[in-house]
């Protein structure tokens, strides 16, 4: 097997909001597409907030294309029969594959509290909904720790806790230093986690949105990122030179440290993600001539 063989991608998106957002997504959708993804997720919004156009995306994914999506579900402000009924909605839909995250609550300065009467933790939604179907479950794990994680150990404790109720891949938040990530996964390794450890990647064309998500995930911005776009705010295409190199330069590295999967947060553009992809190997089916 070639090394190209061995890459495996998949591509997040988000449920649209309007008529226009919505056709920004199935137009990333229609491009990424044909790259054969491993799979798609479609986001959950905090506190369940955007149940019915999860599921909506969702459902059209499966009727409209051969993608397999992997549906987002939180524990967030729901009762275990309430995320249980979504868990069997999913899978009497044609879904085989949920991405199962503990969740934020709706308001973003809010501490969060686990539903009286719903799952306690990530591990236990894990064990719940899959005695409602037997899912492929996808997790998330923090390589620069969990903001409102006490320490890493704590993060590792609870990443084996996953496991153990059936979790199958881990998807990392964004981290940009490759070295990191490497190291997060070989720590992991070394504590007998041996799930695929799949390094989530953030394009940086609206660098000051990043800038933001990174500070409410506990991210690192290098200073070296933030010098790239100096003088840039008012450069759109300028930005997305630059978020395109970082891109693969960080894709380049990863591959050299000897990761082969890759999830791309593609915020429903498809341009960085598909020129990434390409530069992998990975490239449409050709059509023949007639």
């Known amino acids: ?44 919004g905090a506190g369940g907030s955007t149940r019915d156009r999860t599921h909506a995306t969702v459902k059209r994914i499966i009727e409209d294309t051969d993608l397999k999506p992997a549906a987002h579900l939180t ?3 729901a009762t275990r029969e309430e995320i249980d009924d979504v868990a069997q909605e999913y ?5 085989r ?54 320490s890493l ?8 806790k996953k496991i153990d109720a059936g979790a199958g891949r881990a998807i990392t938040q964004f ?10 996964r070989d720590a992991m390794r070394n504590l007998g986690i041996s799930i695929p450890i799949v390094p989530g990647l953030m394009p940086t064309t609206n660098f000051a949105g990043v800038k933001r998500m990174a500070e409410r995930c506990g991210a690192t911005v290098p200073s070296s990122l933030a010098r790239k776009y100096e003088g840039l705010d008012d450069n759109l295409e300028a930005r997305k030179r630059v978020a395109a190199a970082i891109l693969l330069e960080q894709v380049m590295s990863l591959r050299k440290l000897g990761f082969e999967q890759f999830h791309f947060y593609t915020l429903n553009q ?7 992809c390409t530069k992998l190997g990975l490239e449409p089916p050709k059509v023949s001539a007639a």
């Open 1 to 44: 097997m070639t090394p190209t063989q061995q890459v495996s991608v998949s591509f997040e998106f988000f449920p649209p909001k309007t008529a226009e957002m919505e056709a920004q997504l199935w137009s990333a959708i229609a491009r990424l597409a044909p790259l054969k993804p491993a799979f798609v997720s479609v986001t959950y």
């Open 75 to 77: 524990c967030v402000g």
């Open 91 to 95: 899978w009497s839909a044609g879904v």
């Open 97 to 150: 594959h949920i991405v199962a995250l503990r969740g934020d609550p709706q308001q973003a300065s809010a501490r969060y509290i686990a539903h009286d009467a719903g799952y306690q933790s990530t591990p236990e939604m894990i064990a719940g909904i899959r005695k409602v179907a037997p899912f492929e479950i996808s997790v998330s794990a923090y390589p620069e720790k969990h903001p409102d994680s006490p």
């Open 153 to 160: 150990a704590f993060d590792a404790e609870l990443l084996k």
């Open 175 to 184: 981290v940009f230093d490759a070295e990191k990530l490497a190291r997060f």
């Open 270 to 276: 498809a341009d960085l993600a598909y020129d990434v």
